[in-house]
């Protein structure tokens, strides 16, 4: 496995597979990885001949610094996890071989800026927007692969494809879960063990939400429940519960089977989760 730090010697690492007519399939992260980037490099590997992952804790999609100077970094780990799951490139840029000027460009995504994420992190999807736009033109790849998890990222990046007309295939993987149910995150290291006792409390009540619905219950009074559910547990700061249509990412007020979601987003002290469920 190669770690490329600039742009130019990890380009003319690709061009050279592509010559020799190999498909490049690449998973963007910001690190501190855990089995959950695992198992999109693992898809990556069986659906491209040669992985490219990068490694980029991207500053222009925090909209809080805090945030961003506790964001977990932890390359030569990383590098370590990437060499065992057959990873062939690393890029590993700095700051400033990403962004030499300060970035000026401003994307609108519509109504995917206004709701759940785009709502409680203003300008965050115009970071994401930047950077994976770059890196897609840094590393040209066939197929890209992002988590579920990221819902929102996954309906943004599906935008910027489309609109940008990139020719890339958007391979979107399950989420990962630890056994008891909690969504792998590179947030989670950074819980105390009572909050990482606490946390699953969220797919947890998600699961029963669905039940919920799949019993009849009107959507408002499953978001009631789950609102008043987590009041109940010491420790979880809910800020939203969304049951949306799957693909605008629009509140509905009638659950349609196998068309909607549910999200949510809650700290856990200082570190904020997000998670969902296709419903
Ligand atoms: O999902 C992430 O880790 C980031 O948002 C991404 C896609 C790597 C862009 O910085």
């Known amino acids: 496995m ?26 963007p992260t910001m ?16 659906e491209s001949d040669i992985v490219v992952c990068s490694v980029f804790v991207n500053p222009t999609q925090f ?21 065992l799951a057959y990873c062939d490139f690393v890029f590993a840029p700095s700051i400033a071989e990403m962004y030499p000027e300060p970035n000026q460009i401003k994307f609108d995504f ?9 709502k409680f992190r203003p300008g965050h999807f115009n970071g994401v927007g930047v950077v994976v736009s770059k890196l897609f033109n840094i590393v040209m790849p066939d197929i890209a692969f992002f988590g579920q998890k990221d819902i929102q990222q996954c309906a943004v990046i599906n935008r910027l494809i489309i609109d940008l007309s990139f ?15 909690l969504a792998m995150s590179s ?10 006792q606490i946390a699953p409390n969220l797919y947890k009540n998600m699961k029963d939400c669905r039940q919920l619905l799949e019993e009849g219950k009107p959507v408002n009074e499953v978001k009631n429940y789950l609102q ?16 949306v249509d799957r693909t605008s990412l629009e509140s509905i007020e009638t659950y349609i089977p196998n068309q909607s979601a549910m999200c949510i987003a809650a700290f856990l002290g200082k570190t904020r ?3 969902n469920i296709l419903i």
């Not at 519509?110 to 785009?118: A, H, K, Q, R, T």
């Not at 010491?234 to 939203?240: P, S």
């Open 187 to 196: 947030r989670n290291r950074n819980l105390s063990v009572e909050q990482r």
């Open 228 to 243: 008043n559910a987590l009041k109940q547990i010491n420790g979880i700061e809910l800020e939203y519960f969304e049951i």
């Open 273 to 275: 989760l997000i998670d």
């Open 110 to 118: 519509g109504n995917l800026e206004y709701v759940m994420e785009g």
């Open 31 to 46: 690190g501190a990885l855990h089995n959950g980037h695992i198992s999109l490099i693992d898809r990556a590997k069986a």
């Open 167 to 181: 020719q890339i295939k958007l391979v979107i993987c399950e989420t990962e879960r630890e056994i008891d149910g």
């Open 2 to 27: 190669l770690v490329c730090t600039s742009i130019l010697e990890l380009k003319n690492h690709i061009k050279k597979a592509r010559q020799e007519g190999k498909t490049i399939g690449f998973v």
């Open 63 to 83: 909209n809080n610094t805090q945030d961003l100077a506790v964001y977990p970094r932890t390359l030569e780990a990383d590098c370590a996890m990437l060499t």
